[in-house]
């Protein structure tokens, strides 16, 4: 179970910085795109550790914004694209891989039982 999270928090890690790349967003905006892409619900909380941990990386700045109530609004700092720039020959091949994997459990027999 610790390995399917530790998964999960490694593609939402570059699903933000991906995101983020594009324009800077609030914490809340950043999960309702999120939950929309994976189509699903992510556990509460589970963004804001990812921003928190992305944040003390250096990956991400967050600037505090608002009159009564102060919000965060992220962006991507020059290390944190590099950080995706490292990475991204490894993240083709891995969805090569779990492209693979899917083909492989549709056209199981194990399934079709």
């Known amino acids: 179970m ?3 999270k ?3 928090r ?10 983020l790349k594009n324009k800077p967003e ?3 905006a950043l999960e309702m795109e999120i939950n929309k892409i994976i189509g699903n619900k992510l556990p509460k ?4 550790v990812i921003l928190k941990y992305l944040a003390k ?7 505090t914004r608002g009159n009564g109530r102060k919000v965060n609004v992220y962006t991507v700092t020059e290390a944190g ?3 995706m720039n490292d990475h991204i020959d490894l993240l083709k091949r891995m969805n090569h891989v779990i492209d693979i994997i899917i083909k492989n459990i549709e ?3 194990i399934k079709k039982r």
Do not use: D, H, N, P
């Open 2 to 4: 610790r390995q399917k």
């Open 57 to 63: 990386k250096g990956y991400i700045r967050a600037q």
């Open 26 to 28: 609030y914490g809340y």
């Open 10 to 19: 490694g593609i939402l890690m570059f699903l933000i910085l991906s995101l």
């Open 45 to 48: 909380g589970t963004v804001y």
């Open 81 to 83: 694209m590099k950080l």
């Open 107 to 109: 056209t199981s027999e």
């Open 6 to 8: 530790q998964l999960l």
